[in-house]
């Protein structure tokens, strides 16, 4: 038995797996935000990002695919689980909180959106994609990162460091009022 | 080869699915899912047109992107815990006070 | 594009998961027989010859235990939760390599993927934890994901040591790297970060002295308290081969992968494999002999000793790599 793939099936395989993603993903970020119950939202969001991350290992980009594992799974939808585990919101009263019109305009928003840009996708007359594909290596990005981004990646680093004390003093200031 | 603009529509449709969770739904913490989607939107589309140009700006773009949006968590996700310390919702229109 | 062939790359797929599969069940045996012994006790003896057919008995009593769903657990989430874990901690096997030839993925940035895929088996604790909707279950998961969380900086941190000496992510590399360095292991050189990532293993995979997660006099089991029969077994082979995976980092990191003192002919994992045995020793060793953390003591622990060592292990790193050039 030699189950041995010619390579002109190769590309087809790899449409598939693209489709694949690409439903994944859509399903991910329908069940985010249609979801009832929000951990399942969140786990709708966790499905769309790890749709995300494959497309983007499709787009020759393998590290800015792990990093997003890294930190939008690992970090922002687990920091979101704990937002959800910390307040416990009733979620019993999710289903009937959407205010008349809201709905049918933001139904009606998003679909102009989505038509206009992806119409614009469509339509515009695309240079064709360069010969050589670039290697999105860690190397090449790290060299960028501290030669001609340096300064914006010293501001990011403030940033962050920014957020971190701004949110343990939001988050704390309302458990000193509890306390006392 | 995919075409890029599949890459562009898909980014258009998660925008748009973004947009809609926002409007639509008034639970604080949806809304900000809604807002992780649609900055994914916009990596999705930095990462194809990098991919395409053979241009690692974008994908640099992305990482800064995503450290942003770390941020964001961090900040949004302790308002919304704060918020419910001492609202006890997480419903944006139930935090109508500065309503007159 | 080269053509791919599939029949080799599904051997080594069911070779390697079976193997790794083999050894989760045998470590138990050896887990009970350390600890056993530690303790002046035999361990198991019953079945088979000194006990040999324990874990086989054990795995046949799980798979055929009855499957009890709470009847307020969210179904969904309480399904895929356990599967989340071993699918995330089964993936990591993928890009490790054995010996010089045998990797399945050598990917360029193998040491990311394991970050990666072990903070997505954390988030299937948590949602066990969230969807069994009991009280020992969400505080396990609760803990676990703070534990996992905070110590996954630490010990991403102490390995940064390691990337900059090697200056890749290459798991294969790295081990190369190390072979051609002055002492032949990380260790030496990088022992600050060797011992910030020998604790943070610890509380990575919810081992003793860290296992709040699921301490039994307190949590009952913690996040896996409502699981039972094959879906407790799923996550108990998951937090085995998360002990695999992290023992095999520390081996491809810091104790020099498949190179040893003299090559051993026709198996050329040996060493690999014999310090893989000698973490998991030090993991039964550890619970056999230290009482756990409190809760504070473990985020203290983890935020203002590990992280603050292990930046300074990093800058120490450079420091050192700039005079030695």
């Given at each position: 038995m030699n189950l041995s793939i010619s390579p002109e099936a190769v590309p087809l395989i790899r449409e598939g797996i693209f489709v694949g993603l690409i439903i994944v993903t859509v399903f991910g970020a329908l069940l985010a935000t249609l979801a009832k119950r929000m951990t399942r939202a969140v786990l709708g969001l966790v499905v769309c990002f790890l749709g995300i991350a494959g497309i983007y290992y499709f787009l020759n980009s393998p590290f800015v695919a792990l990093m997003q594992l890294l930190i939008?799974?690992?970090?922002v939808a687990v920091t979101i689980c704990f937002a959800i585990m910390l307040a416990?919101?009733?979620?019993?009263k999710l289903a009937a909180k959407t205010p008349g019109m809201a709905g049918p305009l933001a139904v009606l928003l998003g679909a102009t959106v989505t038509w206009v840009l992806a119409g614009t996708a469509i339509k515009a007359e695309w240079m064709?994609?360069?010969?050589k594909i670039n290697e999105g290596s860690v190397k090449d990005v790290g060299v960028s990162l501290l030669t001609t981004y340096s300064m914006v990646f010293e501001l990011v680093s403030i940033v962050l460091l920014i957020a971190i004390l701004g949110s343990l003093v939001i988050a704390r200031s309302g458990r000193d009022k509890a306390e006392c | 080869m995919i075409p890029v603009s599949w890459y562009l529509t898909l980014a258009a449709i998660l925008f748009s699915i973004g947009v809609y969770g926002f409007l639509a739904r008034r639970n604080v913490i949806i809304m900000f899912l809604s807002i992780e989607l649609m900055l994914n939107a916009a990596n999705l589309n930095l990462v194809a047109v990098s991919h395409y140009l053979t241009d690692l700006r974008g994908q640099i773009l992305t990482f800064f992107i995503i450290a942003v949006a770390a941020a964001e968590a961090a900040i949004g996700l302790g308002i919304v815990v704060a918020l419910f310390r001492n609202k006890a919702t997480v419903y944006a229109d139930e935090i109508a006070q500065m309503k007159g | 594009m080269a053509e791919i062939n599939f029949t080799k790359l599904l051997v080594h797929l069911v070779v390697l998961v079976d193997v790794v599969l083999l050894h989760v069940a045998y470590a138990t045996y050896f887990e009970r027989k350390v600890i056993g012994h530690m303790q002046m006790r035999m361990g198991p003896?019953?079945?088979?010859p000194m006990g040999l057919l324990q874990p086989i008995a054990d795995g046949i009593k799980l798979f055929f235990k009855e499957d009890i769903i709470p009847a307020a657990a969210d179904r969904p989430l309480f399904y895929a939760a356990p599967i989340i874990c071993l699918v995330a901690m089964l993936s990591c096997?993928?890009?490790?390599?054995?010996?010089?030839?045998?990797?399945?993925a050598d990917l360029n940035i193998g040491l990311i993927f394991i970050f990666a895929m072990s903070s997505l088996a954390s988030y299937g604790v948590v949602l066990a934890g969230w969807a069994s909707n009991s009280k020992y279950s969400f505080l396990g998961g609760m803990r676990s994901m703070s534990q996992v969380i905070s110590y996954e900086i630490a010990m991403g941190l102490s390995l940064v040591g390691v990337m900059m000496m090697t200056g890749s992510l290459n798991l294969g590399q790295i081990v190369a790297a190390q072979a051609a360095?002055?002492?032949?292991?990380y260790a030496i050189p990088q022992f600050i970060g060797f011992f910030v990532f020998v604790v943070s293993m610890l509380a990575e995979t919810n081992r003793?002295?860290?296992d709040l997660p699921e301490a039994e006099t307190e949590?009952?089991?913690?996040?896996?308290?409502e699981y039972s029969g094959i879906r407790f077994s799923l996550f108990f082979m998951a937090e085995y081969i998360g002990m695999i995976v992290m023992a095999s980092i520390g081996t491809i990191c810091f104790?020099?992968?498949?190179?040893?003192?003299f090559t051993v002919p026709y198996v050329p994992f040996f060493w690999f494999l014999l310090k893989i045995y000698a973490i998991m020793f030090f993991f039964f060793w550890v619970r056999a002999t230290l009482p756990r953390y409190r809760y504070d003591q473990l985020m203290d622990l983890g935020w203002k000793f590990l992280i603050p060592l292990a930046l300074a292990n990093i800058l120490l790193t450079g420091l050192m790599k700039t005079v030695l050039e």
């Open positions: 939008y799974v690992g970090a416990e919101p009733d979620e019993r064709a994609p360069a010969v | - | 003896t019953r079945v088979g096997l993928a890009v490790l390599p054995f010996d010089p030839n045998h990797v399945l360095s002055p002492f032949g292991i003793v002295p860290f949590l009952v089991a913690g996040y896996c308290t104790l020099g992968g498949w190179n040893g003192p």
